[in-house]
C-alpha cells in the first residue's frame, strides 16, 4: 500500500472561506502532483512540483495555490472559495517521474462550497 | 496535443466473464501508455505500463493490454472477472519531455453475479 494521505476526507464550506487541503507521503518521494476529478470527466492535472521549492502549474487552470517546504508535504490552497471549485482533489506522488514510476494515490478531498 | 478517449462509460459483465475495455490515444510521438483503476473511495492504482517492447503487457490482478499502433488503441482485457474488480477504470497516455499524463474520462465496471 502507498503511503500518502490525504486530509480531510470531506470538506463542505461556505462561498468565501479560506481552505487548505493537506497532502503528505513518507516514501521519500520527489514529484508530487495534484488532480482534480469530477464525474464521469477525465482527471485533470492542476499543479505539481519536482522538489522541494519547485512548484507548477498543471493543464487546468486552477484559481488555487501551493506549497512545497518539505519533501513530504504538498498542501494545496484555495484563498476564497467558490461553489465553482466544488470536486475531488486527487494528491499523487512518483519517486521517478509520471513516465517512469507508478503514481501513489491518495484517497482524495471530496469538496463542497456551498 | 496528446488526448485519449474511452467510449464506454459503463460496461456490466457477469462474474466469471471475459472483460475487455477499450482505449483509444492520440499522441504525436511514441506514446507512453497506462491503466490505473480505482475502487470506490479511494485513489488510483497502476495495473499495467507500455512503452515500447512486447506490445502484449502483463499486469496486475490478472489484467493484460495490448498495444495496437495501427489503430491507436490499448485496450485492457481479463480472461475471467472477478466480483472484486469493479471500479472504474482509467486510461492514461503520456511522452518523453513531457511528463503530465491526460487521463481518459474512465469506464464504470459493474460485476454481476
Known amino acids: 500500500e502507498a503511503d500518502i494521505y490525504q486530509t480531510p476526507r470531506y470538506l463542505v464550506i461556505g462561498t468565501g472561506k479560506k481552505i487548505t487541503l493537506e497532502c503528505s507521503q513518507t516514501?521519500?518521494?520527489?514529484?508530487m502532483y495534484w488532480y482534480q476529478q469530477d464525474p464521469g470527466m477525465e482527471l485533470h492535472l492542476i499543479h505539481y512540483?519536482?522538489?522541494?521549492?519547485?512548484?507548477e502549474k498543471g493543464d487546468l487552470s486552477s484559481e488555487s495555490t501551493v506549497s512545497r517546504i518539505r519533501t513530504e508535504h504538498f498542501p494545496l490552497t484555495l484563498e476564497s472559495a467558490r461553489p465553482s471549485h466544488t470536486s475531488q482533489y486527487l494528491c499523487?506522488?512518483?519517486?521517478?517521474?509520471?513516465?517512469?514510476?507508478?503514481?501513489?494515490f491518495g484517497n482524495g478531498t471530496r469538496l463542497t462550497v456551498t | 496535443a496528446q488526448s485519449v478517449t474511452q467510449p464506454d462509460i459503463h460496461i456490466t459483465v457477469s462474474e466469471g466473464a471475459s472483460l475487455e475495455l477499450r482505449c483509444n490515444y492520440s499522441y504525436g510521438a511514441t506514446p507512453y501508455l497506462f491503466w490505473y483503476v480505482q475502487s470506490p473511495g479511494q485513489g488510483l492504482q497502476l495495473l499495467l505500463k507500455y512503452f515500447s517492447g512486447d506490445t502484449l503487457v502483463q499486469g496486475i490482478k490478472g489484467f493484460e493490454a495490448e498495444f495496437k499502433r495501427s489503430q491507436s488503441s490499448f485496450n485492457l482485457r481479463k480472461p475471467s472477472v472477478h466480483w472484486s474488480d469493479a471500479a472504474e477504470y482509467f486510461c492514461a497516455v503520456g511522452g518523453l519531455g513531457n511528463e503530465k499524463l491526460t487521463f481518459g474520462t474512465g469506464t464504470r465496471l459493474t460485476i454481476i453475479p
Open positions: 516514501m521519500g518521494h520527489d514529484k
Open positions: 512540483s519536482y522538489g522541494v521549492n519547485s512548484t
Open positions: 499523487a506522488s512518483s519517486d521517478g517521474g509520471a513516465l517512469n514510476s507508478p503514481l501513489h
